[in-house]
């Protein structure tokens, strides 16, 4: 008898629990979570902190918000639905729409929690290639979808690498999917995106019927801690990932700083232009230094790395910027405060002169 006798599914016991972005030291800048590095704005924590009522439940549908984005997307309520992050939502999609034996196609590498998700749903990956620019492979993407396929997860930008999918790329991909099969277009950054030629997925719901749109409010909003994001797509699929939904987890502060933030989206955009501009910035010295960086979308840079990820991240680190390492692939690295900017590059023309000259086959140039 070992002291673990309750009976785990096998697949669950081998998933690893969730590993956070490391926490910064205290004299560090954490770059490792695409966090906004601005602080909410005023009249979003005043909202929050006129939600004192705790001993109540929330509003369970989170309608006020739905109708505020309905308004702006222009969808019925019903074909919005407001979850405790995206992250959230890929769970009840995942649920509502695969199970064992089934199969969910996604790019790889790609968002993190994907493979989670659908393990947790019971249902297998099936994980695609980037090209050799970062971006999805979406004729191999296509191919990969058989009969089992429930399910295609599409990241644009594709964190952690940047690069977005084109409209043209989006558009010849779904003309290839049947429409049994769920598309979700996860545009966790798109607030970030500046590229004319990507896809956005709000103006494309009235053409597919099995399109689903994911947004979230932590990235460009600022709201990571709040837990708050949102789906557009037609209301059959949204009933059905509302009945796979755990009730009440939106909480009212989070809804009631979503509806603030809607309501000063200027005044956020224009921190979002910031991030953007500090983005292209970054980028444009990292390739003057010979790194390979993909186009970058999002509000972060992806490092080819490669098998030096670990040693890169450790000179980061040691520069007191916290950043995300995939090893063997490469390191991601948000788009923070303005003091890390020089930073970051000091630091990445120290590495590629180190990788250079130790490793001149490294791929990084
Ligand atoms: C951050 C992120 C999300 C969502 O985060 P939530 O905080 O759960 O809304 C979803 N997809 C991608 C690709 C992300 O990077």
Same mark, same amino acid.
């Given at each position: 008898?070992?002291?673990?006798?309750?009976?785990?599914? %096998?697949?669950?016991?081998?998933? @690893?629990?969730?590993?956070?972005?490391?926490? /910064? !030291?205290?004299? *560090?800048?954490?770059? =490792? +979570?695409?966090?906004?590095?601005?602080?909410?704005?005023?009249?979003?924590?005043?909202?929050?902190?006129?939600?004192?009522?705790?001993?109540?439940?929330?509003?369970?549908?989170?309608?006020?918000?739905?109708?505020?984005?309905?308004?702006?997307?222009?969808?019925?309520?019903?074909?919005?639905?407001?979850?405790?992050?995206?992250?959230?939502?890929?769970?009840?999609?995942?649920?509502?729409?695969?199970?064992?034996?089934?199969?969910?196609?996604?790019?790889?590498?790609?968002?993190?929690?994907?493979?989670?998700v659908v393990t947790v749903a019971g249902a297998t990956s099936v994980q695609v290639p980037n090209r050799p620019d970062g971006g999805h492979d979406l004729d191999a993407m296509a191919d990969a979808v058989t009969?089992?396929?429930?399910?295609?997860?599409?990241?644009? %930008?594709?964190?952690?690498?940047? @690069?977005?999918?084109?409209?043209?790329?989006? /558009? !010849?991909?779904? *003309?290839?999917?049947? =429409? +049994?099969?769920?598309?979700?277009?996860?545009?966790?950054?798109?607030?970030?995106?500046?590229?004319?030629?990507?896809?956005?997925?709000?103006?494309?719901?009235?053409?597919?019927?099995?399109?689903?749109?994911?947004?979230?409010?932590?990235?460009?909003?600022?709201?990571?801690?709040?837990?708050?994001?949102?789906?557009?797509?037609?209301?059959?699929?949204?009933?059905?990932?509302?009945?796979?939904?755990?009730?009440l987890s939106v909480t009212a502060q989070g809804q009631a700083a979503a509806l603030a933030s809607l309501e000063r989206e200027g005044e956020l955009l224009e921190r979002v232009a910031e991030l953007a501009e500090r983005r292209d910035r970054i980028r444009a010295g990292l390739l003057d230094q010979g790194w390979a960086v993909p186009e970058a979308q999002g509000n972060f840079v992806w490092l080819p790395t490669g098998?030096?990820?670990?040693?890169?991240?450790?000179?980061?680190?040691? !520069?007191?910027?916290?950043?995300?390492?995939?090893?063997?692939?490469?390191?991601?690295?948000?788009?923070?405060?303005?003091?890390?900017?020089?930073?970051?590059?000091?630091?990445?023309?120290?590495?590629?002169?180190?990788?250079?000259?130790?490793?001149?086959?490294?791929?990084?140039?």
């Amino acid at each position: 008898m070992t002291d673990q006798p309750v009976h785990i599914r %096998p697949e669950i016991a081998v998933l @690893p629990p969730y590993r956070q972005g490391r926490q /910064a !030291a205290p004299d *560090a800048l954490k770059l =490792s +979570s695409n966090e906004n590095p601005f602080p909410p704005l005023a009249g979003v924590v005043e909202a929050v902190q006129a939600q004192t009522a705790f001993n109540r439940y929330p509003d369970a549908t989170a309608l006020a918000v739905r109708a505020v984005l309905a308004d702006r997307f222009g969808t019925t309520v019903d074909e919005v639905h407001v979850a405790p992050g995206s992250v959230a939502i890929l769970h009840e999609l995942a649920k509502a729409t695969s199970g064992p034996g089934d199969e969910v196609v996604y790019a790889w590498r790609s968002f993190e929690a994907y493979p989670g998700v659908v393990t947790v749903a019971g249902a297998t990956s099936v994980q695609v290639p980037n090209r050799p620019d970062g971006g999805h492979d979406l004729d191999a993407m296509a191919d990969a979808v058989t009969e089992r396929t429930r399910m295609v997860l599409v990241c644009t %930008p594709n964190n952690p690498t940047g @690069p977005i999918v084109t409209g043209a790329e989006f /558009a !010849a991909f779904m *003309a290839r999917v049947p =429409s +049994s099969v769920l598309v979700v277009l996860d545009e966790a950054y798109a607030e970030f995106v500046t590229d004319v030629d990507a896809v956005r997925g709000p103006a494309l719901l009235e053409r597919y019927p099995n399109l689903v749109v994911l947004r979230t409010f932590s990235k460009a909003y600022g709201l990571a801690g709040l837990r708050v994001g949102y789906a557009l797509g037609p209301a059959y699929v949204l009933d059905a990932v509302r009945a796979c939904a755990i009730p009440l987890s939106v909480t009212a502060q989070g809804q009631a700083a979503a509806l603030a933030s809607l309501e000063r989206e200027g005044e956020l955009l224009e921190r979002v232009a910031e991030l953007a501009e500090r983005r292209d910035r970054i980028r444009a010295g990292l390739l003057d230094q010979g790194w390979a960086v993909p186009e970058a979308q999002g509000n972060f840079v992806w490092l080819p790395t490669g098998e030096h990820t670990a040693f890169a991240a450790e000179a980061f680190e040691h !520069a007191g910027l916290i950043v995300r390492a995939f090893a063997p692939e490469g390191i991601r690295i948000s788009i923070g405060e303005p003091e890390a900017v020089a930073k970051l590059l000091e630091t990445a023309a120290a590495v590629v002169e180190r990788l250079t000259t130790t490793a001149p086959e490294r791929p990084v140039r």
